[in-house]
Every structure is written in C-alpha cells, then in structure tokens.
Nanobody, 121 residues
Framework: QVQLVESGGGLVQPGGSLTLSCVAS????????MGWYRQVPGKQRELVAT???????NYVDSVKGRFTISRDNAKKMVFLQMTSLKPEDTAVYYC???????????????WGQGTQVTVSS
C-alpha cells in the first residue's frame, strides 16, 4: 500500500510564506511525476505545480514567481514553497505522485489527504 502525507499548512497573513511538504511511503519501485493541486469548496481541484523526476517544473500562471516546487527523490518527498501569499491562495492543498509499485505493475497516481492553507489578516 502506498500513502502520501502532507504537512505544513496553516494560517498566514497576506504577504506571508508557507512551505508544504509531502512524503510518500509504502511499497514503491519508482516515482515519476509529482505535484500539488488545490481546491476550494464548490470548485474543481486546480493544478498548482508539477515536477518531473528529472526536475522539469510547471506552474499555473497565478502562482508563477511566488511558488516554487521541488523534490527530494531519495526521501520520496515533494515540497511547495509559497511566498507573497494572497487571500485567493486559500484552499486545501493536495499532493500527488505517479507511483510504480514494482517493475511489473503499472504507474498509478496516488493522492494525499490534503492540508488547509488559509491566507487572512
């Protein structure tokens, strides 16, 4: 069984910073893409940032220049450094990872349980 666990969410004032972490555990042969999504009540889950196993990064336009995604392949972790936070960044943030559990099994996308980020004064 594979599990993703996020941490680092919380309440922050506008203009502040937070860093989210996500660690994958369980029976893992290989992790390819990893990423962060966010969701607010009543809206669809939105892509925030992704990073390939080779380190290629992609961001939604609204966070470019403010958020930085990174990963530690040895520790099976992905991070999201968020700066200059705005009230519209308030959401539940979810990490995901495309995981192959063994050399003979297909790659499957796994999701964490989410962590709340609230930007408010």
């Amino acid at each position: 069984q594979v599990q993703l666990v996020e941490s680092g969410g919380g309440l922050v004032q506008p203009g502040g910073s937070l860093t989210l972490s996500c660690v994958a555990s369980g029976s893992i042969f290989r992790i390819s893409g990893m990423g962060w999504y966010r969701q607010v009540p009543g809206k669809q889950r939105e892509l925030v940032a992704t990073i390939t196993s080779g380190g290629n990064k992609n961001y939604v336009d609204s966070v470019k220049g403010r958020f930085t995604i990174s990963r530690d392949n040895a520790k099976k972790m992905v991070f999201l450094q968020m700066t200059s936070l705005k009230p519209e960044d308030t959401a539940v943030y979810y990490c995901n990872a495309d995981i192959q559990r063994s050399v003979t099994t297909p790659t499957v996308r796994s999701w964490g349980q989410g962590t709340q980020v609230t930007v408010s004064s």
